[in-house]
């Protein structure tokens, strides 16, 4: 059973950072690509960051310059950095393992103004 645990949510003001970790348990990390997304209240899941085993990154439009994934593969991690958060950014951040389709339970992220 693949378990992925996040981490690094909390408040923050407005232009603040904040550094996500997502543990993921197994040997599927090294062999998958690896996404961070993001669900704000009464909105959709969205894909905020995506990164693939050959370290090959992707961004939303709202997040380009602001935010960083990065993964260790030696300590089956990926991370999201994220840098000047806006209130917009306010939502629950799930991590994902492509292969297989594995989700976190969320970290919850609040920006205030």
């Known amino acids: 059973q693949v378990q992925l645990v996040e981490s690094g949510g909390g408040l923050v003001q407005a232009g603040g950072s904040l550094r996500l970790s997502c543990v993921v348990s197994?040997?599927?990390?090294?062999?998958?690509?690896m996404g961070w997304y993001r669900q704000a209240p009464g909105k959709q899941r969205e894909l905020v960051a995506a990164?693939?085993?050959?370290?090959?990154?992707n961004y939303a439009d709202s997040v380009k310059g602001r935010f960083g994934i990065s993964r260790d593969n030696a300590k089956n991690t990926v991370y999201l950095q994220m840098n000047s958060l806006k209130p917009e950014d306010t939502a629950v951040y799930y991590c994902?393992?492509?292969?297989?389709?594995?989700w976190g339970k969320g970290t919850l992220v609040i920006v205030s103004s």
């Open positions: 990164i693939t085993i050959a370290g090959t990154t």
């Open positions: 197994g040997t599927i990390f090294r062999l998958s690509g």
């Open positions: 994902h393992v492509d292969r297989g389709d594995y």
